[in-house]
């Protein structure tokens, strides 16, 4: 006999309870919610305490009108308690209640044979039915009989009745073929009364109404459809499928009448849906309605209005879903998904992730519920709104409320779920968020710049008509045919780094002016694009390490990386903030070098250095720096436009924020700096030898008036300033402060609290005053000094100018190459001043385009300092991790041919990251010195003052194409004077001859090992290094000619000698390969290739060099490729005037009659006779490009040339350098 439990009884179950473990029934009032006022919404079942008014919600599989608002029995349930003092509910089948506790007979079945009786008599009275697709008389009630083809979902307004519809078809859903189009009308219940037929009908099952009446209803697209009315003269009764068929061949009115037209029902056409069946086997986010059918397939419940996530489905439920749209979930391009994969384990199937979607048509029938109770786990995080207030459960209700409130499509769902699993899993989940509001806005941020990117529409789904009726149009929330879903990615670091490094490509850019004539000494660097075209971003930090370089990190790992902006003042304040990065480049360079431990065997170190370059455009902060709470910034108004004429004296308080004053401390000074020049992060020691790192920002610091200290409480420690003298900051590792490093950029404005704090200032060794303050992390805090008010909370400054005119420092200037190549031509307030050891005073600041890149080699040094630095690289990112070991850069101007060169000692300070080739950088505090072959010219020297920042990764269109680039073209002969063998002076501008091949002089290809510079022949090196690259070498020394005169011109690298040659790319395969079967192959003007490096004589005997370079290279010799070069006319040569550093002692006595007339002498070698004698100097040409021009644009030149005053053409003749061709770097493992 089991005992009896009330709603009471069930209470006192705090873990929740089953039929089978209480050996119990459950009776209590059963009714259904119909009001407003109550406090469960309406449409909940609830089972009723009558004596107490205690009541718990029901989860039932469909509710008889019979049940509702009478005392029920239930003998099987599951009383569940999801936690301890949260809601609780009741689980049961209608088949499982009854009247009475000894009855024999579920209620339903009671129930279901009391209604066949009006039916029956209905039948033998041979009442006239209709069926849906009939045109009907017009009448004032209507009989019906049909099949339930779909249920809308209980619609309910505040103030108005509730309401919901049922389609009905007139064919058999279940023995119908699958997409059969069939024909539905409309029933619809409207008012609070009629909520209890809510769960009434069962999609499938035949019902027969009786007495209908007919409404017009109006959606909001001003649709009218007329619909069958439910009210309280009609009845409604299940019927058997038998019946039903009865029906139809016998009841049935004619077809032939019908309503006028303005009351015609609206026949609805569909097509016979698909249903699933099985079992619910993993509840993965119950807030969002996301379960796990059958271990495989995902089901959304989440636009399905009837579903409760209060009363969520458990595992080993089993259900029938009807409607259901099945789709296929990918991530972007087959990335890492946050969604699936982590936060809801989903399962992929080899087309994808498997899901069935529910819209507004949707239904889930439960056929089975579990035999427990406590069988509750969920994957994602649970939520229970009651006991859940941790940071986790206000951000998930954040983003449901979000998503309810923008009524998202199931795509938008997806987009905006994986938008939240990837910013919780990368940054809540490692506690790098720990606020909601910053959470909140880097969530907002990324979902509008993602719907931005997709185009997203605005939501139209919520009208009970559209989203209903016209389902079998278009599905509003899943969308027509959308049956493949992809979703943005927002892919880890690990993952974009194993996927790049896949891609990684030798970065060769065929830029003109430079070349390769040191191969062996270049910095190899390989490059990696991430897709510009995907839909997903990449979601990180940026953090500053304690070694002030700059990281992008996330959960799984962390990469170097360099912000790249045309000003540095754009890249100030990003550390510490959340970023969502659109695209990027990802570089390595190979900083490998010989090991010489070993002085019997060479041994190359490996040594790479990886890091991402990213341009500021395309990264989007994503938290905001606004804090409610607390003071976070100040603003001056005029900041951006402040008045370069007049001296800023300092600032003072416009506007305090209302109520926060108190909040400032005001113990100390708050001074505004400006920075005006910054140094690199330096490696320094301590007393003890120890490391620090340390950086110097360089200042104009102001007083701000009106906060701090009051003067009767100002220390003597208070620093007066008014912007005129430069003072320089410290940011160092020792104080903490090195995380500030990026922020201070040249440009940029702060201010700065507690500098006044005893020992800030750094001790003079001199008598002179110092200007040097310390920044520490622990006394001082940092503000940013902004142009605009971007909160409440910004402290509103006052600027104060004096009436002093101010100059602008020319050393303040960044200056194109072009500015400083001509020496006589220098920029106004630039001089060229020299100090004691002959270096120019003034540091200066240039951009340009990095074309040359590449190792120096200094004196051999000793095995432990080589050790200390390769440590110092691999740990601190300091040198390029070999002592003695410099770089040479040269920087071209962006639109022209004219460079600088730059020496670069790099030994205490970072490498210098994003500095390759094709990049636009900016170099601050070069020295200069004049070169020791010209007065003319300068060299730069860079050292641990000189700071790099990098403009541009990548080259434009512009610079690669050299577009305008004005080069006068020259004659030869223009170079001497009409006075015999006297050149003219030169200010070794670059120029450009109209010419062609006379001669080949010399011409040396071989290939070289990069690590002990030897031959490389048929891969073997002759150094026998192992595992060393090598590189391809070329050189030519070639006799041009334009008519006017003979040129000897230089030419190194395998880029300018090749397209000397105009080779095809087969034939440089071909030569290359024949080359490296010989390791070297010379050619001089006599003809013939000449094979230097066979030492076997035997095969020096069968060496046959025209039938070996014919059968390499295609039927042709080396010998034929450069007479073809000869043979193929003229070209343009552009290039600098050699000239020779060192002037001959004249040892003969005709010495003045030589050096009068310029002469050069050389010997004739006769049968070993020696003639002396001397001829006209020649013009050395070094080649820097070399272009192939338009026939008949080079005719008209050359005749406007032809008026030229002292061989110089006018603007005029001056043309723009054609685009460059591309020439692959050729660099290969022995």
């Given amino acids: 006999m089991f005992k009896k439990l009330c ?145 809308s979902t ?244 954040s983003v449901y409320t979000d998503i309810i409130r923008r009524k998202s499509t199931f795509q938008q769902l997806l987009r905006q779920l994986e938008i939240y699993a990837a910013l919780t899993v990368k940054f809540v989940d490692t506690q790098i968020v720990k606020g909601f509001d910053g959470f909140q806005h880097a969530y907002n941020t990324v979902r509008d710049q993602v719907f931005a990117a997709t185009q997203t529409p605005v939501m139209r789904a919520g009208d009970m008509i559209n989203d209903f009726v016209l389902h079998d149009t278009v599905c509003l929330l899943v969308g027509k045919g959308n049956f493949h879903i992809v979703i943005d990615a927002y892919p880890s670091l690990d993952k974009i780094q194993a996927n790049l490094k896949t891609k990684l490509e030798d970065h060769n850019l065929d830029l003109a002016g430079g070349n390769t004539m040191f191969e062996t000494e270049h910095v190899l660097t390989q490059k990696a694009d991430y897709d510009q075209t995907a839909d997903y971003y990449i979601l990180g930090m940026l953090q500053v390490a304690r070694d002030g370089r700059l990281y992008l990190v996330d959960n799984t790992s962390r990469v170097l990386l360099v912000l790249a902006a045309p000003s540095s003042s754009g890249i100030s304040a990003r550390a510490g903030e959340i970023c969502m990065v659109q695209r990027l480049h990802m570089f390595t360079e190979d900083l490998a070098f010989v090991d010489n431990l070993d002085p019997e065997w060479i041994k190359r170190k490996d040594l790479r250095l990886t890091y991402f370059v990213c341009q500021e455009s395309d990264l989007l902060l994503l938290l905001d720096s606004d804090n409610a709470n607390d003071i976070t910034a100040f603003y001056l108004s005029d900041l951006e436009h402040a008045p370069l004429t007049r001296k800023l004296d300092k600032l003072s308080v416009a506007r305090l924020p209302a109520g926060d004053s108190n909040c400032l401390p005001i113990e100390h000074q708050y001074l505004a700096v400006h920075v005006v020049n910054r140094f690199p992060v330096e490696v320094c020691f301590t007393a003890n030898g120890s490391i620090y790192l340390e950086c110097r920002v360089i200042v104009k610091m102001y007083e701000i008036s009106g906060l701090g200290p009051t003067t009767a409480s100002s220390s003597a420690d208070d620093i007066a300033t008014d912007g005129s003298k430069n003072y320089a900051l410290v940011l160092t590792s020792l104080k903490n402060s090195l995380q500030w490093q990026l922020d201070f950029q040249v440009g940029s404005y702060w201010v700065i609290y507690g500098l006044d704090t005893p020992d800030t200032f750094i001790k ?35 600027p104060h100018y004096s009436q002093d005119k101010i100059e602008q420092d020319p050393q303040s200037l960044i200056y194109n190459v072009s500015q400083l190549t001509n020496i006589r031509q220098l920029p106004p307030g630039i001089t060229t001043a020299r100090t004691q050891q002959h270096f120019c005073e003034q540091l200066l600041h240039v951009q340009g385009v990095v074309i040359i890149k590449r190792f120096m080699e200094g004196f051999p040094s000793h095995n432990i300092l080589d050790k200390h630095a390769y440590k110092l690289h691999n740990q601190l990112g300091i040198s390029t991790g070999k002592t003695n070991r410099k770089l040479f850069i040269q920087l071209r101007q962006p639109d022209s041919l004219q460079v600088i060169s730059i020496y670069m000692d790099v ?214 490729l450069c007479n073809n070069a000869k043979r193929a006319g003229q070209f343009y040569l552009y290039g600098q005037e050699q000239t020779s550093g060192k002037k001959r002692a004249s040892d003969e006595p005709d010495g003045d009659l030589i050096k009068e007339f310029q002469l050069r002498r050389f010997k004739i070698s006769d049968n070993g006779s020696l003639l002396k004698t001397a001829e006209l100097s020649k013009l050395r040409v070094k080649v820097i490009e070399i272009t192939f021009p338009d026939t008949r644009t080079t005719v008209y030149e050359m005749l406007d040339s032809l008026d030229q005053n002292d061989g110089i053409p006018p603007e005029s003749a001056s043309a723009s350098l054609p685009t460059s061709i591309e020439v692959a770097d050729f660099d290969y493992t022995v």
Avoid at 14 to 29: E, L, M, N, W
Avoid at 59 to 82: D, G, M, P, Q, S
Avoid at 347 to 360: F, I, T, V, W
Wanted: glycine share 6%; net charge neutral; charged share 20%.
């Fill in 7 to 151: 709603v009471n009884d069930l209470k006192n179950y705090p873990y929740g309870s089953t039929h089978r473990q209480a050996k119990a029934i459950v009776a209590g009032f059963l009714t259904v919610v119909k009001t407003e006022a109550h406090n469960y919404p309406r449409g909940t079942v609830l089972l009723l305490e009558k004596t107490t008014n205690n009541a718990i919600p029901c989860l039932v599989n469909r509710l008889h009108t019979h049940a509702v608002n009478a005392i029920v029995y239930i003998k099987r349930w599951n009383f569940v308690n999801l936690q301890e003092g949260a809601e609780c509910h009741l689980e049961f089948r209608m088949e499982d209640v009854y009247v009475d506790e000894e009855c024999k007979k579920s209620l339903l079945k009671v129930a279901l044979r009391e209604e066949m009786f009006p039916f029956n008599q209905s039948v033998r009275r041979e009442h006239q039915y209709y069926t849906p697709g009939d045109q009907l008389r017009s009448r004032q009630s209507v009989s019906m009989a049909g099949i339930v083809y779909a249920v």
């Fill in 764 to 798: 003079s060794t001199t008598n002179t005053p110092s200007f040097a303050l310390t920044v520490d992390a622990d006394k001082h805090t940092i503000y940013p000094l902004l142009s605009s008010a971007y909160s409440a909370n910004t402290i509103q400054l006052t």
């Fill in 154 to 397: 209980l619609y309910v307004q505040p103030g108005e009745a509730a309401m919901f519809l049922v389609q009905m078809t007139s064919s058999n859903i279940q023995t119908t073929d699958i997409g059969t189009e069939l024909t539905a009308i409309n029933v619809l219940f409207r008012g609070n009364d009629w909520i209890e037929y809510y769960r009434y009908f069962q999609i499938g099952g035949a019902f027969a109404f009786q007495n209908l009446g007919v409404e017009t209803i109006h959606s909001t697209d001003r649709h009218e459809f007329h619909v069958l009315r439910f009210d309280t003269s009609t009845n409604v009764q299940p019927i058997a499928y038998t019946q039903y068929q009865h029906i139809c061949n016998n009841l049935t009115g004619s077809r032939n009448s019908g309503l006028s037209s303005k009351q015609q029902l609206t026949l609805i056409h569909v097509h016979k849906h698909k249903t699933y069946t099985g079992t619910i086997t993993r509840i993965i986010d119950s807030m969002f309605g996301i379960y796990e059918l059958d271990h495989k397939i995902i089901v959304s419940l989440f636009h399905l209005f009837s579903y409760a996530a209060d009363m969520p489905y458990r595992v080993d439920t089993q259900v029938r879903l009807h409607h259901f749209h099945a789709v296929i979930v990918n991530p972007e391009d087959g990335e890492t998904s946050y969604l699936l994969q982590h936060v809801w384990q989903a399962n992929k199937a080899d087309e994808g992730y498997l899901a069935l979607a529910a819209c507004m048509q949707s239904h889930v029938e439960v056929l089975k519920f579990p035999k427990n109770h406590n069988v509750f786990e969920e994957t994602a995080r649970p939520f229970f709104l009651a006991h859940n207030t941790d940071l986790g459960s206000q951000i998930k209700l």
């Fill in 907 to 1120: 030994h205490k300070i970072h490498y210098p990251m994003g500095l390759v080739i094709g990049a636009t950088v900016t170099f601050r505090n070069l020295i200069r010195k004049n070169k020791l072959t010209s007065k003319e010219e300068f060299f730069f020297l860079a050292n641990s003052a000189t700071c790099i920042h990098v403009n541009n990764p990548v080259p434009s269109s512009d610079v690669v194409s050299m577009v305008p680039a004005l080069i006068h073209t020259r004659l030869i002969s223009s170079f001497l004077d009409t006075v015999i063998g006297r050149q003219k002076d030169s200010d070794r501008q670059i120029f450009r001859l109209f010419c062609y091949i006379h001669s080949i002089i010399n011409l040396a290809l071989k290939w070289e090992c990069r690590d002990c510079g030897s031959i490389v022949r048929n891969g073997d090196c002759y150094g026998m290094c192992q595992g060393a690259s090598r590189v391809f070498s070329v050189h030519a020394f070639v006799l041009v000619s334009d008519g006017t005169g003979n040129a000897t011109a230089g030419i190194d690298g395998e880029r300018l000698v090749f397209r000397l040659l105009q080779l095809s790319s087969n034939q440089i395969e071909a030569l290359k390969n024949l080359v490296l079967n010989y390791g070297q192959l010379t050619y001089g003007g006599w003809g013939g290739g000449k094979v230097t490096t066979m030492d076997d004589e035997e095969e020096k005997t069968r060496y046959d060099p025209e039938n070996e370079q014919r059968s390499a290279m295609h039927g042709y010799t080396l010998e034929d």
